[in-house]
């Protein structure tokens, strides 16, 4: 039996058969011509019925699609067969060039055209050239780029997913997520976890895998098998069985001792809240304010930004909403206050340093968040991102003041931050710790490169070493400042125990992995998991740590987590 | 030849699905249409069915902008048209 081992990123076993995803369409090469056998109006009908048939799919597809999809696939359909794209081609084509080439020409100066444009417009340039793609891959009768459509369900298996990946990706039909590349922190990763998907990324191999091919999909475990054996023919029975139970929290954090680990939601907008509020969420760990910003050419109103956050509050009455000030930059741009020449964005102006660069706009969300707070029964708590100095935490801590906030604090990410975490939390009331850029500044490795997944997880001794001293620079900062965890380590339920271990007070979470943190929780006291969280920072690799740490802990076999 | 002008009264602009909508109601039409902003040349006027091309235009809410089309039933079809522009098509 052939089996592939990658890095587990979300759990759940199942059985069912591979569809690759199609590799990237390759370019016609520069200079391509006409065959001598066609003659230009031959090419230029051919070019126009492969677009039309692009066009037909996309627009058979955007029947099916909901929300954002749907807006995004109708305007993709319109663009395969614009005049504006096709006459460039035609233009080309009568000069002699191949109609493969002539799309391609054409469709990089539109894109171009659109990226000059700027903001919104910039952005629809990606669309163009996926047009493009299709076009060419129709003109050569290979299957179209992207996410296989298919009314049979299967395992998608790919080299890495884009965040645009995901408008297409349906999970009542896609079983499992495979791919090649990508670590714990890429896309595909947070798209598993946020669909609940088993997922399993970095298998080196599993290209080769050939479509419909029957395969067990192990996400805990990070293992991909070829022809499943009857155990785990029955694996994947159970595990159905138990996703059941798993999806259901009660809605308290509670360990077998009875010490509460409040378990919140990381949410992105009203609908999102109200989606963890029914999960039983205990409150909202980690608002993400891009929501509301991203896909702008230019700032909100006060207005809007006021309506949008009060939609989140009034979700959770009663409860903690931690709002994350805007997180713009690195692999999240926005035109009016990044910018994308930097030569090294993840060290560059993003999170609170654009406060540098484009005063004003924090202090008007601040405002934002103080007026939309007002007449919400949420417990409002606001923190910064990518704090680095005690002297950044002051100025945060300063300016919710002014703006009427009485709970002001920062996210640890930058490992300065947790090295100093006692004067820093001098200044403020409490301390969220980001673990994916955690781990991504402390290893200094790239969260999105597949080569360097083995470095990139929260399992690292080092980045619990870092958490261990946030905690410890709380404990000697003398005032009980709670210090929790909003990274997807927290949703991670063997981390979850070893995070608590080492004095974590709160975990916020996706939703979806409530119930499966609450249930590893339940089965663990306090004094174990202080156990478990020294048997992790004294492993000698990340590997051991989880592998020792998991050793300890049956249960999560028995769930299959 | 027959030339109308209408307001944009999409919120966003003319892009994205109003964008959208306009060009696939001109794309449905036997005649040509040409758009242009209002004061600008009319041999600048583009293709008012390419979407790429009502994009690249990029008018703004507010703006005025000018239709122009030849031929049978060219006055009745920029009414239609004129009608779709000053629709806030954003809030259906």
């Not at chain 1, 380590?489 to 409530?514: E, F, I, W």
């Not at chain 1, 990340?542 to 300890?552: F, H």
Request: aromatic fraction near 4%.
């Amino acid at each position: 039996m052939q089996s592939f081992t990658g890095v587990g990123v979300s759990p759940g076993r199942i059985v069912g058969s591979v569809r690759q995803m199609p590799k990237a369409v390759s370019e016609p090469p520069a200079g391509e011509q006409l065959a001598s056998s066609t003659t230009a109006e031959d090419a230029a009908v051919t070019l126009r019925a492969a677009a039309k048939a692009v066009q037909a799919e996309l627009k058979q597809r955007s029947v099916s699609a909901t929300g954002a999809g749907k807006s995004v696939l109708e305007a993709t359909a319109l663009m395969a067969a614009d005049p504006m794209l096709i006459k460039g081609a035609v233009k080309l084509i009568n000069t002699g060039t191949s109609a493969e080439r002539a799309i391609w020409e054409s469709a990089a100066s539109v894109a171009e055209m659109l990226h000059n444009l700027g903001g919104y417009m910039a952005e629809r340039a990606t669309d163009v050239l996926d047009v493009r793609s299709r076009i060419v891959a129709e003109l050569r009768g290979v299957p179209a780029p992207g996410i296989p459509a298919s009314d049979e369900p299967f395992i998608l298996v790919a080299d890495d997913l884009a965040p645009a990946d995901t408008a297409t990706l349906n999970p009542a039909v896609v079983l499992a997520l495979v791919t090649s590349g990508g670590g714990p922190q890429s896309h595909t990763a947070i798209i598993a976890r946020a669909l609940g998907l088993p997922a399993v990324v970095a298998a080196v191999g599993v290209e080769a895998i050939a479509d419909g091919t029957q395969v067990y999909v192990d996400g805990a475990a990070g293992s991909i098998s070829v022809d499943p054996d009857a155990d785990q023919l029955e694996a994947a029975t159970a595990w159905a069985a138990n996703a059941a139970t798993l999806a259901v929290f009660s809605g308290e954090g509670v360990m077998a001792d009875g010490h509460l680990v409040p378990l919140l939601a990381n949410v992105g907008g009203a609908a999102d809240a109200v989606k963890a509020a029914a999960a039983g969420a205990q409150g909202v760990g980690l608002l993400r304010t891009e929501f509301c910003f991203l896909d702008r050419d230019e700032e909100p109103t006060l207005d809007e930004q006021v309506t949008a956050y009060r939609g989140v509050f009034d979700a959770f009455p009663g409860k903690k909403v931690v709002v994350r000030t805007l997180d713009a930059g690195a692999d999240k741009p926005l035109p009016f206050l990044t910018d994308a020449s930097e030569p090294n964005p993840a060290l560059g102006v993003r999170g609170y340093r654009t406060d540098f660069t484009s005063p004003g706009v924090l202090k008007r969300q601040l405002a934002a968040v103080a007026t939309a707070a007002e007449g919400t029964e949420a417990d409002v708590w606001v923190m910064a991102p990518m704090i680095s100095t005690a002297e950044e935490a002051a100025d945060f801590a300063r300016m919710c003041g002014e703006a009427g906030l009485k709970n002001p604090g920062v996210m640890v990410e930058v490992p300065s931050a947790a090295l100093t975490a006692e004067t820093i939390l001098g200044e403020v009331n409490f301390a969220s710790l980001g673990t994916n850029d955690l781990t991504q500044y402390a290893m200094a490795a790239d969260r999105q490169l597949g080569p360097l997944a083995a470095l990139n997880t929260p399992w690292q001794p080092a980045v619990l070493r870092l958490i261990q001293l946030t905690v410890a620079g709380s404990v000697a900062e003398g005032n009980n400042k709670p210090v929790g965890v909003c990274g997807e380590a927290a949703a991670d339920p063997a981390l979850a125990v070893v995070l608590v271990g080492l004095g974590v007070n709160t975990l916020s979470m996706t939703a979806r992995a409530l119930a499966a943190v609450a249930a590893v929780l339940a089965k663990v006291t306090v004094e174990e998991a202080q156990r478990l969280a020294g048997i992790a920072l004294a492993a000698p690799s990340a590997l051991e740590a989880r592998a020792r740490v998991r050793a300890e802990l049956p249960i999560l076999d028995e769930l299959g987590l | 030849m027959s030339e109308r002008t209408a307001t944009i009264a999409s919120r966003v602009g003319l892009h994205a699905r109003p964008a959208a909508i306009f060009a696939e109601a001109v794309g449905a039409l036997p005649i040509e249409v040409t758009i242009a902003l209002e004061g600008d040349p009319a041999d600048d006027a583009m293709d008012a069915s390419s979407i790429l091309s009502l994009m690249s235009l990029g008018a703004a809410n507010g703006q005025v902008v000018v239709l122009r089309a030849e031929g049978d039933g060219a006055d009745e079809a920029l009414e239609g048209l004129v009608k779709i522009l000053e629709t806030d098509l954003d809030a259906e």
